[in-house]
């Protein structure tokens, strides 16, 4: 009994540890849910300053479009700009009443509406006509681009990814909106001087590109909701105007007059570009609706945490009662049981063996059991803990390596655009046959490269932002495939049916046509062909690659359409064959058949066949 009151005592005394570790921790965990209420709050503050700030943006791109329209001839414009200046105006107020409340980044903003100080000679100006387009246009597109960068300044939202996931939306929507509204003016102006002047059609080609990239980065973070309401958007009687409209007009870039009119593409433009607003909105509400649950359930936690550091404190005396009481029971427990195993139990069983009979079950006891339970736990945990760290850590491998792959192919791939954009010029500007000549191999290698760089990306699962919006005939992808590769001239084609592919998939059909021509040229001599026939089925789009080389064993052909199926990963692969890997993934991502077979006579036939779902709806039989 003795025992008992020592455990008693020192239980009490161990027990106020943990006691009042539970009553830090409360307190840490208090002070962390404030820090998070209080970043909640911040946060929908900062995303109500985006939403008033893009209020103003909007105003200025219509603004912006109407002064371009007006300075490139079209009269027409000067009824409707001084409503839109008054709109602009009037959200500028709205704007500073705003920010008169200090909220989070207000500051930035306000030191990005200093260069509005010249709007009112801007306009004055235009009115005049001694401005020029290009003048209003980069003051106007200066003003917009300043107030978006300082309007997202540090919206990240914090460790949440749905609010993460939220704010990415909006400053893509953002990018795009103000692409399509700068396309839009810009384009305005243009029609109303009938043609395209100096610099103008660059400029056009560029701000259609950054559109294209703005609205393929919005589905990769937005909600299902978003993204539904975007592509309602894209799909409007408008917008199929604006493509159309956009695409006479990248196809009349060296026309006298773009048969076009100024009215009309402003109409359908500017309908566009509020649709994409509304949707922007809808982003920007889910925002501060997010932000909203994340402060409600901050301030929930917050007051939890509060009742359990005072219950914590109010309850420590209880506490210990139990548990010393919890702990000193079965320490008596087991004491007796000991007692009783050492003066009945082992000595009764010693007799019956002395006496020769069975020794019999001894009756469980307790004496061993917790302590081996604790080590097991402490095992199992070790354990755990060991595979938790193993797992994580090859994850983390596994993610960095594909990142860090992407990241490359991104960046070679940048870099081998803008040299093939540099090339072209080059090539529009030469006349000497022989610098022709070697502008046109450099242009060549610099689209092997390109190729690369896109193979990279496709192993670790990202998609080509090369896309065209019209159906393309076959004959010219294959021969874009072509261009692919390194000795072309040893292709033959031998008969291509007429058909025509759907405008997103052209780019990754050429690529995964490029990858089987590549292997069939190095599978082959250098004094023999490689033959493509493309032939319209019932079925689908068949292309065969047939090569005159060696040819395969049926392991090595099975090894082979192991890759090219998709369902084997590049890691494991250990021949160095990539362009397998990449055609196998292009094909599962296109909905396409790859396989190798062997040749009538000798060599290695690649067949791709492609679906129906691939070919323009116009191609596809009843």
């Given amino acids: 009994m003795r025992t008992l009151r020592t ?15 539970l009553v830090v921790l409360a307190a840490t965990g208090t002070a962390a849910q404030a820090g ?3 970043e909640a709050g911040r946060t929908g503050d900062r995303v109500a300053v985006v939403a008033g700030t893009e209020d103003l943006v909007r105003e200025l791109q219509r603004e912006r479009g109407l002064t371009a329209g007006l300075l490139g001839g079209e009269e027409g414009f000067r009824a409707q700009l001084g409503a839109r200046r008054a709109a602009a105006d009037q959200a500028r107020q709205a704007l ?9 980044g207000a500051e930035q903003v306000r030191r990005a509406l200093a260069p509005l100080t010249g709007l009112a000679a801007l306009r004055g100006r235009a009115d005049t006509g001694t401005a020029t387009r290009t003048e209003a246009l980069a003051f106007f597109t200066d003003a917009v681009t300043g107030l978006t960068a300082a309007a997202f300044t540090d919206t990240t939202g914090g460790a949440d990814p749905q609010l993460a996931a939220a704010l990415a939306t909006l400053r893509s929507l953002a990018d795009a909106t103000e692409a399509a509204a700068l396309e839009r003016g810009t384009l305005n102006g243009v029609l109303a001087a009938g043609a395209f002047r100096g610099g103008d059609y660059p400029a056009f080609v560029r701000i259609t590109a950054v559109k294209g990239a703005a609205l393929d980065r919005v589905p990769r973070t937005a909600t299902a909701a978003r993204t539904g309401s975007l592509d309602a958007a894209l799909r409007t009687p408008a917008a199929t105007a604006v493509a159309g409209m956009e695409q006479q007009a990248l196809n009349g870039f060296a026309a006298e007059r773009l048969p076009v009119r100024a009215a009309d593409w402003w109409q359908a433009a500017s309908t566009l570009v509020d649709d994409l607003h509304r949707v922007e909105s809808e982003a920007a509400a889910e925002a501060r609706a997010r932000a909203a649950a994340l402060r409600s359930a901050a301030l929930r936690g917050l007051l939890l945490d509060v009742g359990l550091a005072l219950a914590a404190v109010a309850g420590t005396a209880a506490l210990g009662r139990l548990a010393t009481r919890s702990v000193t029971r079965p320490v008596a427990a087991l ?39 604790v080590a097991l736990g402490a095992a ?21 390596t594909a990142e860090s792959l992407a990241n490359l192919g991104r960046r070679n791939q940048t870099l081998v655009t803008r040299q093939l954009g540099f090339l072209s010029a080059l090539e529009r500007g030469e006349h000497d046959p022989g610098v022709l000549a070697n502008l046109f191999e450099l242009d060549h290698l610099a689209t092997r490269m390109r190729r690369n760089a896109e193979s990279l990306l496709v192993l670790v699962g990202e998609v080509s932002p090369r896309r065209w919006e019209l159906p ?6 294959i021969r874009s495939a072509l261009g692919e590769v390194e000795d072309y001239r040893r292709v033959v084609l031998r008969q291509v049916d007429e058909a025509r592919l759907d405008g997103g998939a052209v780019a990754e059909v050429a690529h995964l046509l490029a990858e089987l021509i590549e292997n069939a040229l190095a599978a082959s001599p250098p004094d023999t062909d490689v033959e493509v026939w493309a032939r319209r089925g019932s079925g689908g789009y068949l292309v065969a690659v047939v090569d005159r080389g060696r040819g ?10 192991a890759r090219l199926s998709g369902r084997e990963s590049f890691l494991v692969g250990r021949d160095g064959l990539l362009g397998h890997y990449v055609a196998g993934r292009l094909a599962a991502r296109l909905g396409a058949r790859v396989r190798l077979t062997p040749s009538p006579v000798n060599g290695v036939t690649a067949s791709v066949l492609l679906p129906e779902g691939l070919l323009a709806r116009a191609e596809v039989p009843a």
Avoid at 16 to 21: D, H, K
Avoid at 347 to 362: K, L, S
């Fill in 472 to 477: 393309v005939g076959m004959g010219d992808v």
């Fill in 7 to 21: 455990i008693r005592h020192r239980l009490a005394l161990l027990l106020a540890l943990p006691t009042g570790a």
């Fill in 335 to 373: 004491v007796a049981g000991a007692e009783e195993l050492a003066e009945s139990v082992l000595p009764a069983a010693v007799a019956r063996a002395q006496e020769g009979g069975a020794a019999g079950p001894t009756a469980p006891t307790a004496v061993g059991g917790p302590a081996e339970l």
């Fill in 36 to 38: 998070r209420y209080a």
């Fill in 96 to 104: 500073d009443r705003l920010l008169a409340g200090d909220p989070p």
């Fill in 380 to 400: 199992l945990d070790r354990v755990s803990a060991t595979a938790v760290r193993l797992a994580v850590e090859q994850s983390a491998l596994r993610r960095n």
């Fill in 552 to 561: 395969m064993a049926d392991g090595e052909l099975e090894l082979a359409n």
